[in-house]
């Protein structure tokens, strides 16, 4: 085969590959009904339904929390100090444990919130999401136990 014949075939090669379809012919957000990205998210697909289910998922969690509350508020029931020496210190148990409970299910809505928030601004950058999840960590920050320890532990 002469040179000038390879060529020709190369050629012609080429010209029957440049009309097919390619695979990557979209840039990130611009294909048909595609999950959404964009430079923010540096080609990360995401969608507004699945940071939804995961704010649902989250926000599930406070119908329990309400039923521990309930259950505690039953359980206190007729527990007072007197002719119990434990009853006092039952108290502060009951009220710390109430105030970590009800803290509980509020950092629930509150991330909850967040969820839904970055489903619906999906376009946020990292840093944005960040910062709210990092305000919900510090308003709701644990504790110091109540009792129970001796002084100097």
Known sequence: MAWDEWEQLK???????????????????????????????????????????????????????????????????????????????QKDVYGSWSRYVRSVDERCGSVKEALERAGHDLLRTDDAVRGAFTAIDSRYADTHAVGGQAPGR
């Open 11 to 89: 050629q012609e090669a080429a010209q029957r590959h440049g009309t097919q379809m390619q695979l990557n012919q979209y840039l990130p957000g611009d294909g048909p009904a595609a999950p959404s990205t964009s430079a923010v998210t540096a080609g990360l697909q995401s969608n507004k339904q699945a940071w939804n289910k995961a704010g649902e998922g989250v926000g599930g969690l406070r119908e329990g929390l309400g039923k521990a509350l309930t259950q505690l508020a039953d359980g206190q029931q007729g527990a007072d100090a007197a002719g119990c020496l434990t009853a006092g210190a």
